[in-house]
């Protein structure tokens, strides 16, 4: 099946000055010609700093149908923005099933209404969804932390990612200080982990797992989590495999002090 | 295969309050995910005088003649044949809103000798839509649907009728003009248009035909312009497209006359002047 009823835009600034920019982003979709999508987005991003776009998509998609210049990202205002990495992906909630749509990694044009200083619109490519044969050499993961009334959602602790397949540990990484607003409420983030042994998706689920842990006391309340295995080492890869899936956080609290949350969790494959 | 190497993009205002705009426009021109060609252009010509409500812009390369004010050859020629439905977009670089009528893109095939063909690649027509970098006035970009390019069997019901008027001094007239076609031994259009024509303004037009016709049928000699007085005129390029449907989008436009550089003289009812009618020569 191909039939999706969200669409979620992320995307990543480069971390340089004056990379960020706070004008309205425009995303369209066109298929055979029609526009099924022609969507607005206003943003506030700083250099370095990821956001999570979207949501129910007006009507279904048939991502069948979708070409390599379907999909093109635009920009509504004058302040320019240096995007690093957009990822376009799909979500069919009845069926918990989540695909990458179209990918582009270490761009370096830059997007403004003013043509002094940018484009108006670029392409996204299409990326392969893969198989759960595909080898994964790196993963991406795109978490945002709730934003909530006086309460302390967000975390200064370091979050660890570890992934276990066909018995083995392929990756163990640690996420900390990186150049983005890490684990801020009301922020959102992206985060590629080299893998240290290529795996598969099905070696994950034969004999592994996938597990997400807080190492510090730190309270911590994710509110969505995504996780995407990327088929090349390096670059744009040409296929992406459905790892994770959580539009909604279904774990609560996390912190080493368990009675503020749990120490760790762990995240279940994604059907794809 | 029809490799296209140059672009002509011809876009008409709306005839309504706040239609025209002051702002640069952008072309995108995607096969596969690759952008062949993205660039930004003033329908005014950079001269700050923009689009006017109502008025037609055109904008094409001077590789053959500084006809158009601005420069458009494609850096990377495309093949029209790999071109889809989500190819190529129009967009808008400011707040100043724009409300298009009708927009057609242009392409130049060259052969292995000049001067080359032109073909019609994509048109839209009949918009309601508005373009605006405000999301509160109007879309950002627009797609533009490709249109099959007949072929001399074609059956024409209407014609479409590009005229640009030369830059050069004086190109200008208030005389009257006369589109005629001769097709299968009989008259089977004639149209007069009587609204002047500005020097280095364009001009689209769709003409009903008395009698349907084919290219095929089309006579030697057999479309002819004429100018009925003695205000003289100098078109700088003229372009009549034959389309399949009686009303709204054509599903294909055959290619009649292709005048990029126009090279047939001032046309003036007074013989000091010029002649008073040419025959357009049929496209190849």
Redesign the interface.
Known sequence: MSIFDNLHLAVRTRNLDDGGSSS?F?L?V??????IL?K?FSVDLEKGEATLLGGPFPETLDSNLL????V?L?I??DDAWSPQDVLLFGLAFERNELAALAMETELTDNLR???REG????????VDRGSSSTLIRRVLLIVDTIWQHFTDTETDSPIELEIRAGGNLVLLQEIANTPQPDLEAGKSNWYPLDAGVPFTRADVLANGGITLRIKGDDAWKPMRLFLFGLYTATGRPNEVVSLVSLPVWPHGWMSSDTKEGKPSVELDVVSM | MALVDDLILVAKTRDEEDAGTDNQHNLTVTIDGVDFFNLDFPFGGGQGDGLGRGETGYQENDFLGAIGPTPWWVATPFESNDLTQSSIRLGIRGDDAWAPHHVLLIGRVPPEWSPGRSVPLAIETDLANWLSTDPDEGHLTMRMRLVGQGNGATLIRRVLLVVYTSRQDNADTESDVQLQIAAGGSIVMTHKITHGFGRGKAYLHFLDVDTPFTRDDIESDGIDLSILGADAWLPGAIFVFGLDTESGRPNEMVTLVAIRSWGLGWLSTDDDEGKSSVPLPLSI
């Open positions: 309205g425009n369209t066109n298929v055979d010609a029609t526009d022609d607005n070409t390599n210049t379907s093109r635009g509504r205002g209404t003013d043509d484009k108006l619109t670029m392409p996204i490519r299409l």
